[in-house]
């Protein structure tokens, strides 16, 4: 039987109070399997991105238990966001540092400290040869997710989470994206992301 990575029970989560409270999760039970690529499929408003942020520990559930890796992410954040890669759906990188020095600020965020040939090596592997010395703003939109997704890396996580990883992409950008997430599924990495898009669950 596989380990679940990912194990919610009884989730209810909302935001707001009083007339303004809106209940964005209900009773929601959920389990990750190890090594498992796990979609979240649904329209704008549907909660998904709410979920994510209760596993990354930004949003206290109201009620229910969230473990990561047998880990109560209540009880225990810290731990928890060690085990994590995040790639939000509006990634703000900062434009006054190039790739290379985002890779290092980002890794040193997990006391993770990294070489400028793992770097060139790690920007390589998603595409971005060549890019260490360029500013975010300088890169395609499918190179800045794809950098995006090199910084959701650097920690080596256990569980990768991505909300709407293709979101504002054109075909070929999404493709390339997709290869990516089948690469950390390969790695050993368990991937939860959140999509509206039939097609890329379908795919993925």
Do not use: C
């Amino acid at each position: 039987m596989e380990q679940d990575i990912v194990r919610i029970t009884g989730l209810h989560a909302a935001y707001g109070r009083g007339a303004r409270r809106v209940q964005a999760l209900q009773a929601v039970d959920l389990h990750v399997q190890a090594g498992e690529i796990f979609g979240l499929l649904g329209p704008n408003g549907a909660g998904k991105s709410t979920l994510l942020a209760v596993l990354e520990g930004l949003h206290r559930p109201d009620h229910g238990t969230v473990q990561v890796a047998g880990i109560d992410v209540t009880a225990h954040p810290q731990r928890v966001k060690r085990l994590l890669g995040i790639q939000l759906q509006h990634t703000s990188l900062m434009d006054d540092l190039n790739a290379s020095e985002l890779m290092q600020v980002y890794a040193a965020m997990y006391e993770v400290f990294l070489t400028p040939a793992e770097i060139e090596r790690r920007l390589g592997e998603y595409g971005l040869q060549g890019q260490a010395k360029v500013f975010p703003r300088r890169l395609s939109g499918g190179q800045q997710q794809r950098l995006a997704l090199a910084l959701a890396q650097v920690n080596d996580p256990t569980l990768v989470l991505l909300d709407e990883p293709t979101s504002a992409l054109d075909p070929h950008a999404r493709r390339a994206v997709w290869d990516l997430i089948r690469r950390m599924q390969a790695n050993g990495q368990t991937v939860l992301l959140t999509t509206h898009s039939m097609e890329e669950a379908e795919t993925l």
